[in-house]
């Protein structure tokens, strides 16, 4: 369980990140595309990859949403640049499993994954958290399957 002033530490990361996303942009000619929405809420991203190699070289997303769902996919996005597909798929697994709260802490290094943690205390704004993560794994199955668009909606 969290303590108090670890809360509101992570609920500054969760807004400044709402506030200030970061990679909030359309890339150009991007490898694949994936639109991820949650009907139930309204949250819907836009996430965009470039990949070369087997890499995540660049990572955008647009969209609109909850603050906790902006937030996640601005951790997302920065948390996968330079990572390859496996690292990203594994981190997916992680974050989901911190977030639902049947995993471990996820540490990204800077400190802000971390903040996700406390989502699993809402299980309502557990969805809100991992959209973006769940339209990750769709963009990685559409690259490999040589696809370049897809739409991912969550139930």
């Known amino acids: ?33 994936v639109k991820g929405h949650n009907p139930l809420c309204g949250d819907q991203i836009i996430l965009e990859l470039k990949i070369s190699g087997g890499t995540v070289e660049a990572a955008g997303f647009h969209g609109s949403g909850c603050a906790i769902s902006q937030a996640s996919a601005s951790m997302l996005t ?4 330079g990572k390859s597909l ?9 974050v989901k499993g911190m977030v639902m709260g ?13 903040a996700l943690e406390g989502v699993k205390k809402f299980p309502v704004r557990v969805k809100c958290a991992t959209l973006c993560w769940n339209t990750l794994q769709q ?17």
Do not use: F, W
């Not at 290094?109 to 971390?114: M, Q, T």
């Not at 963009?139 to 139930?155: F, S």
């Open 1 to 33: 369980m969290l303590g108090g002033g670890l809360d509101e530490l992570y609920r500054e990361v969760i807004l400044d990140h709402s506030k200030n996303p970061r990679n909030y942009r359309e890339l150009p000619a991007p490898d694949v595309c």
């Open 78 to 81: 920065d948390s996968i640049k």
């Open 86 to 94: 496996e690292e990203a798929e594994r981190l997916i697994q992680q």
């Open 102 to 114: 049947t995993g471990p802490t996820v540490s990204d290094g800077n400190g802000d994954l971390e």
């Open 139 to 155: 963009a990685i199955l559409t690259y490999r399957a040589g696809g370049h668009v897809a739409e991912q909606v969550e139930k």
